[in-house]
């Protein structure tokens, strides 16, 4: 995941890594430990995003 600071103090940016082929995609659009060394608490584990074509 790419994490961007913006202009705005305690605003940053998430993209996600997307992983795919012909077949679809996959993407981790949340991690809590990955975030958490970004300073983003919440209690919320893991979310993923991914497509068959």
Do not use: C, Y
Request: glycine fraction near 8%.
């Amino acid at each position: 995941m790419k994490i961007e600071e913006t202009a705005l103090p305690g605003v940053l940016v998430l993209t996600p890594t997307r992983f795919g082929d012909a077949r679809g995609f996959f993407s981790e659009s949340w991690n809590r430990r990955r975030l958490a060394e970004h300073g983003i608490e919440l209690d919320f584990l893991q979310d993923n995003h991914s497509l068959s074509a």
